[in-house]
T-cell receptor, first 107, second 117 residues
Framework: SQQGEEDPQALSIQEGENATMNCSYK?????LQWYRQNSGRGLVHLIL?????REKHSGRLRVTLDTSKKSSSLLITASRAADTASYFC???????FGTGTRLQVFP | GAVVSQHPSWVICKSGTSVKIECRSL??????MFWYRQFPKQSLMLMAT?????????EQGVEKDKFLINHASLTLSTLTVTSAHPEDSSFYIC?????????????FGAGTRLSVL
């Protein structure tokens, strides 16, 4: 079974709005990563947050991690049409991917 | 950033034939490579992990005689789908990681879409 479960499964927003995606996982982790996948393409690593970190920023991305709730969130601020993609969380050494959130940003 | 090249990007083959997919790390040495399979609108499912010079470790339910993996060098791993059948049609993605780079971060190829007729 999959380790991570993202929600929502799909999200549609207007350009300029913020997008928030959540990830829940089942077992203890060393780190959690977020990846992005454009349709029919490979994945691109976005950000890694370690189990002893609570929040991390990278450009317009903000990731939080709550190990007590076994959950993480990815916030994309001031979204752009180019952010349209699927976003996956993955945990620890052997990346186990969640089901992904399909984000659609309308211009 | 680290670049992983996957070839071919798309292949159509007849049932019963074998297909080889290549995964190359272009600007770093990949000590570990991973092979994933993805069905439409679904997540990536890890098929196997391969370390250079050793046999691949397959995930439960993945037939190692069906999906042959070779990782003969630090820059190349291949996945051969033997005697392909229509149910093998899928999107196959490789990734690579290096002990010299940020640990656990994987760099992905662009994927190979396999269609078996």
């Amino acid at each position: 079974s999959q380790q991570g479960e993202e929600d929502p499964q799909a999200l549609s927003i207007q350009e300029g709005e913020n997008a928030t995606m959540n990830c829940s996982y089942k077992t203890s982790i060393n780190n959690l990563q977020w990846y992005r996948q454009n349709s029919g393409r490979g994945l691109v690593h976005l950000i890694l947050i370690r189990s002893n970190e609570r929040e991390k920023h990278s450009g317009r991305l903000r990731v939080t991690l709550d190990t007590s709730k076994k959950s993480s969130s990815l916030l994309i601020t001031a979204s752009r049409a180019a952010d349209t993609a699927s976003y996956f969380c993955a945990t620890s050494d052997k990346l186990i991917f969640g089901t992904g959130t399909r984000l659609q940003v309308f211009p | 950033g680290a670049v992983v090249s996957q070839h071919p990007s798309w292949v159509i083959c007849k049932s019963g034939t074998s297909v080889k997919i290549e995964c190359r790390s272009l600007d770093f040495q990949a000590t570990t490579m991973f092979w994933y399979r993805q069905f439409p609108k679904q997540s990536l499912m890890l098929m196997a992990t391969s370390n250079e010079g050793s046999k691949a470790t397959y995930e439960q339910g993945v037939e190692k005689d069906k999906f042959l993996i070779n990782h003969a060098s630090l820059t190349l791993s291949t996945l051969t789908v033997t005697s392909a059948h229509p149910e093998d049609s899928s999107f196959y993605i490789c990734s690579a990681s290096s002990h010299d780079s940020n640990k656990n971060i994987q760099y992905f190829g662009a994927g190979t879409r396999l269609s078996v007729l």
